[in-house]
């Protein structure tokens, strides 16, 4: 299966510790994003990353959250500090170049702070 | 105003029915329109995207796009019991930045 794989699929974080979601795109796609969902909440955009650059974190909250996109290895979403408000569905998704940006949705990570 | 609007739902129609669901969205500037649909405690799944005004056929998926209305659709034909799941509307915009805006999603009911 060549799909977008994420791990780990569920996180379970003390309040304070840091979580890192990490998110292999699908073979031939270089462009990765990320987003949350919160139950019976929609998906809210965070980042837009190609290869080593970010084109697009208007969604990222200012602190303590950030994304690379290594030029090997997989993306990597940092939570640091996390607080209960982290908790939620943390969803990778990648596209190819010239796709007119069709996204491809990994399981995503379920991350619980407590 | 929100960027991508969708009535909540839930939509319920009878197994067989047609299913019309409505999006609208407030960027004119936007370029992609996408469906996707989303079982509960899964991934979004991309089901047809659009990019020209008019039709856009899928087996029993149909997706229809009004620009100047600003307006995208998606017609399921003969609902099955299985297109039961949260169905999401997405608007990429390429103005302003480079990100997709999900609508809030509308759940399907089929009914058996």
């Known amino acids: 299966n060549a799909g977008v794989m994420q791990n780990p699929r569920h996180l379970v974080r003390r309040r304070g510790q840091e979580a890192r979601l990490r998110c292999s795109p699908m073979?031939?796609?270089?462009?990765v994003y990320w987003y949350r969902q919160l139950p019976e909440e929609g998906l809210k955009f965070m980042v837009y990353l190609q290869k080593e650059n970010i084109i697009d974190e208007s969604g990222m909250p200012k602190e303590r959250f950030s994304a690379e996109f290594p030029k090997e290895g997989p993306s990597i979403l940092r939570i640091q500090q996390v607080v209960r408000g982290d908790s939620a569905a943390y969803f990778c998704a990648s596209s190819p170049q010239g796709s007119y940006y069709e996204q491809y949705f990994g399981p995503g990570t379920r991350l619980t702070v407590t | 105003q929100k960027e991508v609007e969708q009535n909540s739902g839930p939509l319920s129609v009878p197994e067989g029915a047609i299913a019309s669901l409505n999006c609208t969205y407030s960027?004119?500037?936007?370029?992609?329109f996408f469906w996707y649909r989303q079982y509960s405690g899964k991934s979004p799944e991309l089901i047809m995207s659009i990019y020209s005004n008019g039709d856009k056929e899928d087996g029993r998926f149909t997706a229809q796009l009004n620009k100047a209305s600003q307006y995208v659709s998606l017609l399921i034909r003969d609902s099955q019991p299985s297109d039961s799941a949260t169905y999401l509307c997405a608007v990429f915009s390429g103005t302003g930045g480079f990100k997709t805006i999900f609508g809030a999603g509308t759940r399907l009911f089929v009914k058996a």
């Open positions: 960027d004119r500037g936007s370029q992609s």
């Open positions: 073979k031939g796609h270089s462009h």
